[in-house]
């Protein structure tokens, strides 16, 4: 498990060795093993831009574990109302990134599941509206991690994506020029790790509050599952190896104090 320190919250990150966490039981498990919590808020996924508000009353519940079904979370709470630190935050993730936001000042932060979808579908703008609403913070108080994730010199795909006609997308979607090609034919070459750090530099967040952990999923195959890798071997009728690459890997936040 990687660990991962920004500013005061901490992030944890599960490798491949630590198994496959597609299944909430087994990181439930897991992560009793490792931690001591009083509970978990697990954030289900569902490739939306649907954004979770999580506020005092939701952390009151007397249940070991909350599931929340959207595509980012973000607490919403003010001194005095996190209680001890014993609350685990989760979202569990194939190639795409997760990227956590932490208000230095008011101890709030965000975890977005910063895929293909919810970032086409805006998501990145809705949370940064949100948290510069409830939050009533400044960039200079924030920071930003961008985890594990499927990077552009491995996201290359055979067909146009849809989003290349859309005048945001044009930049981050690249066309390989024949002698670049792989044999599969592989054509678009997808950036969304420029995407996401256009955006907070577009928004004025400052180059060092944003922590990189420049992982490739698909690449770092003894550290990380991959579904695009899973894929790959489907498709060249692989089998066993399409199902010993399509695990999930997890990234928890402990809620600060």
């Not at 922590?211 to 894929?231: P, V």
């Amino acid at each position: 498990m990687l660990t991962f320190s920004l500013k005061d919250l901490n992030i944890y990150i599960s490798q491949r060795s630590d198994g496959d966490f597609r299944e909430l039981p087994s990181v439930q498990s897991f992560l009793e093993e490792q931690f001591t919590q009083d509970r978990l808020l697990h954030l289900e996924l569902e490739n939306s831009n649907k954004v979770i508000i999580l506020e005092k009353e939701d952390l009151v519940v007397k249940k070991t574990l909350q599931v929340f079904t959207g595509d980012a979370i973000l607490t919403n709470l003010k001194a005095g109302e996190r209680g001890t630190n014993k609350t685990l935050m989760s979202m569990v993730l194939g190639d795409c990134f997760p990227l956590i936001f932490f208000d230095q000042k008011s101890k709030n932060i965000a975890m977005i599941h910063a895929g293909w979808e919810p970032l086409y579908l805006g998501i990145l703008d809705r949370v940064w509206q949100e948290i510069l609403a409830l939050w009533q913070t400044r960039t200079e108080h924030l920071w930003v991690f961008l985890g594990p994730g499927i990077r552009a010199q491995s996201y290359r795909v055979n067909t146009e994506p849809r989003q290349s006609q859309h005048p945001q997308w044009q930049k981050y979607i690249k066309k390989i020029a024949q002698k670049q090609q792989k044999s599969d034919g592989e054509r678009w070459q997808i950036d969304l790790p420029a995407f996401i750090k256009d955006f907070l530099n577009t928004h004025a967040l400052p180059k060092e509050q944003l922590i990189d952990s420049k992982l490739d999923t698909y690449a770092l195959k003894k550290e990380f599952f991959s579904y695009r890798r899973s894929q790959e071997h489907l498709a060249e009728g692989e089998k066993h190896l399409s199902q010993v690459n399509n695990g999930r890997f997890f990234v928890v936040c402990r809620l600060p104090s």
